[in-house]
């Protein structure tokens, strides 16, 4: 694959954990030999530490400064990844992951921390990530973006599963219409396998697994980068997702492959 989302965190744990290094060695061991590239999500309790030990693995990273409406644990985040970017671990920086959608942050602030990324890591390409159709929306984070990094999930958008595919060529379409001949890459899709459904998307095994290939067949074909979600299945989701946020994995929750 291309790139696989990456979080540590084990069963029972969540954000405010610290994880150790021995952890992210021991969950980056079982991805490493099916990917390429990590994206990441955060710079603090821990996870600062994925991207070097990724290198160390041979592989690249997308690194995420995981930016809130908490502006003090902000300058925290976005100091540690300037760090990381700077002893050479960022092969991407990706400022921000929905801050937008989520509505965390104005469009002026978000582009406030993505100049001083790009005047700290000049030779860094800095990215931010989002829903493929915010980046019509708000140009000016589009125009400020060295890479375009869209989230694609029809189903979230309520797509049944036959069409999903097509969808996610169509949010991809779009979004190259509007990157000016920038690099878009697709830094989140998938499909859960497990859960309650989502208006017409079913979770299930059969629809997970058939989304998972048709999406690779597609990249291969037209050499499009995915990086899909996600590495593990992660219990502390639910909370925001409902049931169905537990099961986006193509590892379980313990590190088995589920689709062997």
């Known amino acids: 694959m291309h790139g696989l989302s990456f979080s540590p ?60 409406d908490d502006h003090e644990r902000n300058e925290i985040e976005f100091e540690n990844a300037i760090e990381i970017a700077r002893s050479g671990h960022a092969d991407i920086l990706a400022v921000g992951n929905e801050v937008l959608l989520r509505g965390d942050m104005s469009a002026e602030e978000l582009l406030g921390y993505m100049q001083r990324a790009k005047q700290a890591v000049p030779d860094v390409p800095i990215g931010y990530v989002d829903a493929y159709f915010l980046f019509e929306e708000y140009p000016l984070i589009t125009d400020s973006c060295d890479v375009i990094l869209i989230n694609c999930y029809p189903f979230w958008e309520h797509c049944p599963a036959e069409y999903a595919l097509f969808f996610t060529k169509e949010m991809y379409r779009r979004s190259l219409k509007v990157a000016d001949g920038k690099k878009v890459i697709i830094s989140e899709t998938g499909w859960p396998n497990r859960g309650s459904p989502y208006g017409d998307a079913l979770p299930s095994t059969e629809n997970a697994l058939n989304y998972f290939i048709h999406c690779y067949q597609w990249a291969d074909e037209e050499d499009v980068d995915i990086i899909y979600f996600s590495s593990f ?28």
């Open 233 to 260: 299945d992660e219990s502390w989701k639910v909370d925001d997702e409902g049931d169905v946020g537990a099961y986006w994995g193509l590892w379980d929750k313990d590190g088995k492959l589920k689709y062997s």
């Open 9 to 68: 965190y084990m069963d029972g744990q969540t954000h405010g954990t610290e994880i150790s290094e021995q952890q992210i060695r021991s969950r980056l061991d079982i991805i490493t030999p099916y990917t390429n590239w990590i994206r990441t999500f955060s710079c603090i309790e821990g996870n600062q530490h994925t991207p070097r030990i990724a290198h160390e693995n041979g592989l690249k990273t997308m690194v995420g400064v995981g930016l809130t």
